[in-house]
């Protein structure tokens, strides 16, 4: 088996073996046969040259507290069913993670159909994105601000919608930063996500906005699909929320993806709210010297620890660190000799997001310590859990 970058002529092949796996329709994305920018197509070939398995590596940045770190979020992962349980998944993401580490890449993330095997290649589960329907009649009943000014948008107010998309999520951590040719590519034709987007200002700045998906229908099975609805200001929130619940005589149902914490969120009534669908994501990192210095970390954290780390697949990340954090800033640097504190990759991964402690860590096995407690290794866990909201 060999693995390597595809070309133009390998496309058509790739998208064979993606729909076979995936299920999808016979209609074909221009996008599939064409090179993209920002985004590296993996393919396995067996002896005979055929294409037996692909993965793709999307150039993605992740905001980590308030600094855009260079992710390798990886995606279309499939293998012909003839070939599958012979290492051609591990093989792909092998030379994947090599060559995004190659390009400048930190951190990768994906969403696995089965997490088994990308555990045996060091991601670890770190979050879910999150769906749910809420009752439209239950979102709060809100009189409209009179200094704010409510409006549909147009594709001319995409990029202050982008800006505040940014001005929301870049002291969040794990959230796509939504920049680079990636992005550019597909947001070329400049059109309006779903079916509208409705826009909140004050003063002419836009303070809020939900894109949206009106359905079929105005049954009692009619759901608002709610892409994206942020604000930054609690004014705004309301502003949204009042009028996503004005749909509720002809859409019974509000489908969205709650953001933790944010604005928009803390006014809905999510006590009420049923899980539509939850879809798992994993985290590791690609290169932990530059994951850890290229982050932003909390001012107020200051500590250091000493570990050794151990990468099966990765061996450039295998090895006895020292990581120091202060001001807001940290650095990994190799040190001789052995360490107390024994950390697998996915432990790594489970700290590195926030997703957990490192005495459950310890618990779950992916750190083992000799005469000491693990906790000095929380330092690697500052700012808070990790999310996203985009799908890949």
């Given amino acids: 088996m060999r693995v390597r970058e595809l070309t133009i002529d390998d496309l058509d092949d790739a998208w064979e073996l993606g729909r076979f796996a995936f299920g999808s329709g016979q209609e074909r994305a221009p996008s599939t046969s064409v090179e993209v920018p920002g985004m590296t197509r993996y393919g396995a070939f067996d ?68 997490a088994a095997p990308y555990r045996a290649c060091g991601w670890e589960a770190a979050g879910a994105l999150r769906t749910v329907d809420l009752a439209t009649a239950a979102l709060p009943r809100h009189r409209p601000a009179s200094h704010l000014t409510v409006r549909a948008g147009a594709p001319a107010d995409l990029d202050a919608v982008a800006a505040l998309y940014e001005r929301v999520t870049r002291h969040r951590n794990g959230m796509l930063t939504r920049r680079g040719k990636l992005f550019d590519f597909f947001a070329a034709d400049a059109k309006l996500p779903g079916d509208g987007i409705t826009l909140v200002e004050d003063d002419g700045t836009l303070v809020g906005y939900a894109t949206w998906q009106r359905g079929r229908g105005y049954g009692a099975d009619s759901v608002l699909t709610v892409d994206e609805a942020l604000a930054t200001t609690a004014d705004a929130a309301r502003e949204l929320v009042g009028v996503l619940g004005s749909w509720a005589s002809v859409a019974p149902t509000l489908r969205l993806c709650p953001l933790d914490g944010d604005a928009v969120s803390v006014h809905l009534p999510l006590e009420a709210a049923r899980d539509h669908e939850r879809d798992l994501w994993m985290h590791r990192p690609v290169d932990v010297v530059r994951a850890v210095g290229e982050r932003g970390w909390p001012a107020y954290l200051r500590g250091v620890v000493d570990f050794h780390l151990t990468d099966a697949l990765a061996d ?61 290794l929380d330092l690697l866990g500052g700012g808070g859990p990790a999310q996203l909201l985009d799908y890949f």
């Fill in 316 to 376: 450039w990340n295998t090895g006895t660190w020292r990581l120091a954090v202060a001001d807001g800033e940290a650095e990994l640097t190799r040190i001789d000799g052995e360490a107390d504190l024994r950390l697998d990759v996915r432990g790594f991964a489970l700290l590195y997001a926030g997703a957990a402690g490192a005495r459950s860590v310890a618990q779950a096995g992916l750190v083992h310590t000799v005469g000491v407690e693990p906790d000095a």
């Fill in 47 to 114: 002896d005979t040259g055929r294409l037996v398995g692909k993965a793709v590596d999307l150039h993605h940045d992740q905001w980590w507290s308030g600094r855009a770190v260079a992710a390798a979020d990886v995606a279309g992962v499939a293998v012909a069913p003839e070939a599958r349980g012979r290492g051609v998944a591990r093989a792909l993401v092998t030379a994947l993670l090599a060559g995004a580490r190659e390009r400048g890449a930190a951190i990768s993330a994906l969403y696995p159909t089965v």
